[in-house]
């Protein structure tokens, strides 16, 4: 189905509307639904699921050190329109259709966290064994950014997300208003995600197993990576914004379950890159290109005041070896057709914020932390955090208020987007090392020096591409609550099978864990291993990320 690009409207997601506003903040209820939504013009609706009846859901806007109460309702049906494999994490035995809400890059306790078996059915008619609550709350005790929320239930959030349950959630404050950035019309998210959609109704596709796989495989059975073949942005598919000649402010969202993007301008104009994950960087970063992986976010000013009567497109770079034609070389277009409206008063200017060095700090903790793949007992491609699978003993545990260093050691040959739940961290830096003799030997041994870190990934970050056959050095101060968190990579298909782990921030001034899901063993000590076989690393190639 050739679905023609730039005849669609950027839609801009509604503000969510709070039931009240009392002493203790905003209190919202958005509710989870079945719906269909037109996507193109030239397609039929598609049915999708949705925060409020909407592909990407509403936007919330909070105020820093304002809470936000929201009630997640689901009001889903009991039946999937995407196909589940349940051979995984015991799926046979769960409800089809569950969901839990994540507030990506939010610091907050670990029952409003959104934990991957805390999920809930319709109406909370059956739950997870770790749901704790119906209305989750947001401290917003952290500095201006730009956050999203999706679905994380365990083992199907590939499938949630791909239906279209995720949304924005944007914090103010004060020392953001003083800078005199372009806001109110002229601050615009975009959510960039890809789909396929099937040539006989127009309906979502999503591959029910790899390609060609052996008789042996369940139907359905989770695929290591899904790529689809349209790019949407803000729930339409390659559509266009008309602005006036000024500047304006755009938040980038990579919502892509598993793509990553290479972003530039048809003009030549460079993007200037005011922030990151965790908010305003230290000053503006003038970039030619600009990668993002998915759940990554980028705040960019673009000024359109030379461009007066022209068309802009936002094109997404395939490589040396990428086809230019392929259609997702693009994404969308910027026609600088209306009128100016009054005199632009905003501004980049040359100091953004104050970024604290963490690095100073005293470490209690360096982890080596392998990324690598194994197979499964029917020969599926397994990708593992440090050789551990989901339901293994925990060995993360951080102490609640001490500073660590994570080395990810990425043994595959393709990147990861590394998020860790709870904080923002910063980059240390990147260095190649001897994958095979690590693979053989254990020994890490570096073929080269210490990569910097990008300019623009220098700061703050929750989720960050790990290159492959590179070691990626992150540190963060695990604060300010304790409790169970995970850690994973954000392409979706990797995180649900099994590329996602527990955390644990401990409590030094407390006896009392927090519960702990079945399947789980919390460990006294450091680095044991569970009962279960240890799997035989096994080199896995998923081919090209960024397409």
Same mark, same amino acid.
């Given at each position: 189905m050739a679905l023609e690009k730039f005849v669609d409207a950027l839609p801009i997601m509604d503000a969510a509307i709070p039931t009240k506003t009392d002493k203790h903040g905003a209190h919202y209820e958005i509710t989870m639904i079945e719906f269909t939504q037109k996507l193109h013009r030239d397609l039929p609706p598609t049915r999708l699921f949705g925060y409020n009846g909407t592909y990407p859901g509403p936007t919330i806007h909070a105020k820093r050190h304002e809470p936000v109460h929201v009630k997640w309702s689901n009001l889903l049906p009991d039946t999937h329109f995407l196909p589940i494999d349940k051979s995984i994490h015991g799926l046979e035995h769960n409800p089809e259709v569950r969901t839990v809400v994540h507030l990506h890059g939010a610091e907050t306790k670990p029952d409003s966290d959104g934990y991957p078996e805390a999920w809930y059915t319709n109406n909370f008619k059956e739950k997870g064994p770790l749901f704790e609550r119906e209305i989750y709350e947001y401290p917003n005790d952290q500095r201006a950014s730009t956050l999203w929320y999706h679905d994380h239930a365990m083992g199907i959030t590939r499938l949630n997300v791909y239906a279209g349950l995720e949304g924005l959630y944007l914090i103010h404050?004060?020392?953001?208003?003083?800078?005199?950035?372009?806001?109110?019309?002229?601050?615009?998210?975009?959510?960039?995600?890809? *789909?396929?959609?099937?040539?006989?109704?127009?309906?979502?596709?999503?591959?029910?197993?790899?390609?060609?796989?052996?008789?042996?495989?369940?139907?359905?059975?989770?695929?290591?990576?899904?790529? !689809?073949?349209?790019?949407?942005?803000?729930?339409?598919?390659?559509?266009?914004?008309?602005?006036?000649?000024?500047?304006? *402010?755009?938040?980038?969202?990579?919502?892509?379950?598993?793509?990553?993007?290479?972003?530039?301008?048809?003009? +030549?104009?460079?993007?200037?890159?005011?922030a990151s994950d965790g908010g305003l960087l230290r000053r503006p970063v003038t970039l030619e290109e600009i990668e993002i992986e998915p759940a990554e976010r980028i705040e960019i000013i673009l000024d359109f005041?030379?461009?007066?009567?022209?068309?802009?497109?936002?094109?997404?770079?395939?490589?040396?070896?990428?086809?230019?034609?392929?259609? =997702?070389?693009?994404?969308?277009?910027?026609?600088?057709?209306?009128?100016?409206?009054?005199s632009d008063t905003s501004r980049v200017p040359t100091h953004l914020s104050?970024?604290?060095?963490?690095?100073?700090?005293?470490?209690?903790?360096?982890?080596?932390?392998?990324?690598? !793949?194994?197979?499964?007992?029917?020969?599926? +491609?397994?990708?593992?955090?440090?050789? %551990?699978?989901?339901?293994?003993?925990?060995?993360?545990?951080?102490?609640?208020?001490?500073?660590?260093?994570?080395?990810?050691?990425?043994?595959?040959?393709?990147?990861?987007?590394?998020?860790?739940?709870?904080?923002?961290?910063?980059?240390?830096?990147?260095?190649?090392?001897?994958?095979?003799?690590?693979?053989?030997?254990?020994?890490?041994?570096?073929?080269?020096?210490?990569?910097?870190?990008?300019?623009?990934?220098?700061?703050?970050?929750?989720?960050?591409?790990?290159?492959?056959g590179q070691v990626t050095r992150v540190i963060g101060?695990?604060?300010?609550?304790?409790?169970?968190?995970?850690?994973?990579?954000?392409?979706?298909?990797?995180?649900?099978?099994?590329?996602?782990?527990?955390?644990?921030?401990?409590?030094?001034?407390?006896?009392? @864990?927090?519960?702990?899901?079945?399947?789980?063993?919390?460990?006294? !000590?450091?680095?044991?291993?569970?009962?279960?076989? *240890?799997?035989? @690393?096994?080199? =896995?190639? %998923?081919?090209? %990320?960024?397409?």
């Open positions: 404050d004060q020392a953001e208003n003083h800078l005199r950035l372009p806001k109110d019309e002229y601050d615009i998210p975009l959510l960039i995600q890809d *789909r396929t959609f099937n040539e006989e109704d127009g309906s979502l596709f999503y591959p029910r197993q790899p390609n060609n796989p052996p008789e042996n495989y369940p139907n359905p059975s989770i695929v290591p990576f899904f790529g !689809g073949n349209t790019i949407l942005v803000n729930g339409k598919v390659w559509p266009y914004l008309e602005v006036e000649p000024r500047k304006y *402010r755009f938040r980038l969202l990579n919502g892509s379950n598993a793509r990553g993007y290479t972003l530039f301008l048809d003009t +030549g104009q460079p993007f200037v890159q005011i005041s030379q461009y007066k009567g022209q068309t802009i497109t936002l094109k997404n770079n395939l490589g040396p070896n990428g086809d230019p034609t392929n259609p =997702i070389a693009d994404i969308m277009q910027f026609r600088v057709t209306v009128p100016l409206k009054g104050t970024i604290p060095c963490l690095s100073g700090r005293p470490i209690s903790k360096i982890r080596n932390l392998r990324l690598g !793949g194994t197979v499964d007992e029917i020969g599926r +491609g397994v990708l593992l955090l440090d050789n %551990h699978f989901w339901h293994d003993p925990i060995t993360e545990t951080p102490t609640l208020g001490t500073t660590e260093i994570w080395n990810i050691i990425n043994t595959t040959n393709f990147p990861h987007p590394i998020h860790i739940h709870l904080i923002q961290f910063q980059v240390l830096g990147h260095q190649p090392f001897d994958v095979e003799l690590f693979n053989e030997t254990g020994q890490l041994t570096f073929t080269g020096p210490i990569i910097a870190p990008k300019v623009n990934e220098r700061g703050w970050k929750d989720t960050l591409a790990a290159p492959a101060h695990f604060a300010p609550y304790p409790g169970l968190y995970v850690w994973h990579c954000h392409i979706l298909e990797h995180e649900d099978y099994d590329m996602m782990r527990p955390m644990y921030v401990v409590d030094p001034n407390s006896n009392t @864990p927090i519960p702990l899901p079945p399947g789980h063993e919390h460990e006294s !000590g450091e680095g044991q291993q569970s009962e279960r076989p *240890r799997p035989i @690393p096994t080199p =896995i190639d %998923h081919g090209e %990320h960024h397409m």
